[in-house]
């Protein structure tokens, strides 16, 4: 029996898939994360300007701003420090290849700046009254990683 047409190829690839795609950011400079473990070794009242050099050496660093945000004096700033980690995130994510929907797991470390970013984000949103930003962030969460934890980052609930 023949059919009508070019034969079938062997070569031509054949996706399977099993649900959402999934996007893993690159890692963060070896320089930055040095930088970062000393920045948060440093005394307490010395931490937060040590930080704050991390991010002036590299302000791509999404861990260098979730660890700001956690270091900020007050639900303001730190809604700030958390906005600008959670927009440099989305950036990276379609760097990566993100199309805007898709998992981005907690269990691959090098996604867990951005998530402490977006998980920063909710809970200072909450400090200021931005409420409906504040479940918005907690859903996005939940959509990036459906076994999502609040405890995972260390940030209040």
Known sequence: MSFPGPPPSDTSPVRLTAGLPETILPSEPDAVRVGLESALTQPADRRRHAVSDVVRSDPMSLAAWAALGSLARDDVEAYACFRVGYH?????????????????????????????CLDGLRSAAGGIGEHAEEERCAQFLRQLDPSWRPDWTGIPA
């Open 88 to 116: 440099r995130g989305l950036d990276a994510l379609r760097g990566a290849g993100w199309k805007g929907s898709g998992l981005v797991r907690w269990a691959h470390e090098s996604n867990r700046g951005f998530l402490r």
